[in-house]
Antibody, heavy 121, light 109 residues
Framework: QVTLKESGPVLVKPTETLTLTCTVS??????????VSWIRQPPGKALEWLAH???????SYSTSLKSRLTISKDTSKSQVVLTMTNMDPVDTATYYC?????????????WGQGTLVTVSS | QSALTQPASVSGSPGQSITISCTGT?????????VSWYQQHPGKAPKLMIY???NRPSGVSNRFSGSKSGNTASLTISGLQAEDEADYYC?????????FGTGTKVTVL
């Protein structure tokens, strides 16, 4: 049974750095066809892809947020960590991690429940 | 990475068919057969409904189907049911990253 679960602070202050952890089970982060993405959704708005990481440590970031994002993984702990610097109230959103299956194909087949992060002083 | 364009809302009566479009460019939708569709009910995480343009995951109703022509992908829901009322998002692979659509609210009248 594949599961992903996000954890991290529910409230951060402007200019602070956000650190979110995605703990996965039911599959290995060393699987060549699978990776983990972070995706966010501001209240009442659309999904926005942020970053992904694969078993070979291939990483990719949203062009608009690249300077603020860092994604990493600890395969032994089955965890993927996303950090976002210089948080702003517009970064208030539900943050999801999702499993990616790639090549052949490319899609997010399992999602975490999401964690709402509010940015406010 | 501009968002893919979807209609803001689509509605239909129970039993009818509706189609949601998802328009991108030759760099995303038109360039790869890697379009997927997600259903999201209020307060819930998105759920994969269609992958790689037209494939249905196990457990997804065959009332959901997908297609693509050029830079536009489509999701069709046939035999609309009350439980289909939700937000729907398309997504496409694009040069080592992903882009989502603007989202469509489906209302069952």
């Amino acid at each position: 049974q594949v599961t992903l679960k996000e954890s991290g602070p529910v409230l951060v202050k402007p200019t602070e750095t956000l650190t979110l952890t995605c703990t996965v089970s039911g599959f290995s982060l060393s699987n060549a066809r699978m990776g983990v993405s972070w995706i966010r959704q501001p209240p009442g708005k659309a999904l926005e892809w942020l970053a992904h990481i694969f078993s070979n440590d291939e990483k990719s970031y949203s062009t608009s947020l690249k300077s603020r994002l860092t994604i990493s993984k600890d395969t032994s702990k089955s965890q993927v960590v996303l950090t976002m610097t210089n948080m702003d109230p517009v970064d208030t959103a539900t943050y999801y991690c999702a499993r990616i299956v790639k090549f052949p194909g490319y899609y997010f087949d399992y999602w975490g429940q999401g964690t709402l992060v509010t940015v406010s002083s | 990475q501009s968002a893919l364009t979807q209609p803001a809302s689509v509605s239909g009566s129970p039993g009818q068919s509706i189609t949601i479009s998802c328009t991108g460019t030759s760099s995303d939708v038109g360039g790869y057969n890697y379009v997927s569709w997600y259903q999201q009910h209020p307060g819930k995480a998105p759920k994969l409904m269609i992958y790689d343009v037209s494939n249905r995951p196990s457990g997804v109703s065959n009332r959901f189907s997908g297609s693509k022509s050029g830079n536009t992908a489509s999701l069709t829901i046939s035999g609309l049911q009350a439980e289909d009322e939700a937000d729907y998002y398309c997504s496409s692979y694009t040069s080592s990253s992903t882009v989502f659509g603007t989202g469509t609210k489906v209302t069952v009248l």
